[in-house]
């Protein structure tokens, strides 16, 4: 198979609704993130962030739905666990759990669109970049609340990127 980006690019329908399916598991997670998070998270310096991240949860659900619509087009059946969710009582290790999850599921949806387009499947990958650009948004306000730059997507597979989510020298002035 062709490779792009370390990923495969050309894919069967039943590869790329085991794919989708994948996707849908980190859509699942990011609905509990968001939803554990933007509660538990205290104090005024995170009130504004609390209620993004309520912001948030909404739009994955609608990602989810999404994404679910498309595996069953495709003629699969969507999965119903999600993928492990962190916790932490410190709430700058939440965020960071948060973005680090965005900058991965920006870098999977980059790779799907190719993925989508390559198959002829060109309403999946428009479907796929009114997803990216709300998780690019969501990348922004996590960064924001974190006080950094928004570090680059992650690409599938890249197991060597930081988890904090911070790379060196991303500090905002």
């Known amino acids: 198979m062709s490779k792009d980006n370390g990923g495969e690019l050309n894919v069967t329908r039943e590869r790329m609704i085991q794919l989708l399916n994948?996707?849908?598991?980190?859509?699942?997670?990011?609905?509990?993130?968001?939803?554990?998070?933007?509660?538990?998270?205290?104090?005024?310096?995170?009130?504004?962030?609390?209620?993004?991240?309520?912001?948030?949860?909404?739009?994955?659900?609608a990602?989810?739905?999404?994404?679910?619509?498309?595996?069953?087009?495709?003629?699969?059946?969507?999965?119903?666990?999600?993928?492990?969710?962190?916790?932490?009582?410190?709430?700058?290790?939440m965020l960071r759990a948060d973005l680090q999850n965005e900058?991965?599921?920006?870098?999977?949806y980059r790779e799907r669109i190719r993925q989508a387009e390559a198959m002829g499947e060109f309403a999946l990958s428009e479907t796929l970049r009114t997803i990216i650009v709300q998780e690019q948004e969501h990348e922004i306000d996590l960064s924001a609340a974190l006080n950094i730059e928004v570090?680059?997507?992650?690409?599938?597979g890249d197991k060597k990127a930081s988890s904090s989510g911070e790379p060196a020298a991303s500090s905002r002035h």
Do not use: C, F, N, W
Request: charged share 25%; net charge negative.
């Open 151 to 156: 570090p680059p997507a992650i690409k599938p």
């Open 103 to 108: 900058r991965e599921t920006v870098g999977r």
């Open 63 to 93: 990602h989810a739905l999404k994404i679910s619509k498309q595996i069953d087009y495709l003629g699969g059946t969507p999965v119903v666990t999600p993928k492990p969710v962190k916790v932490s009582k410190d709430p700058v290790e």
């Open 22 to 61: 994948e996707d849908l598991a980190g859509e699942y997670q990011a609905i509990i993130a968001y939803v554990v998070y933007s509660q538990v998270i205290k104090g005024a310096a995170y009130t504004d962030i609390a209620r993004e991240l309520e912001a948030h949860a909404g739009e994955e659900l």
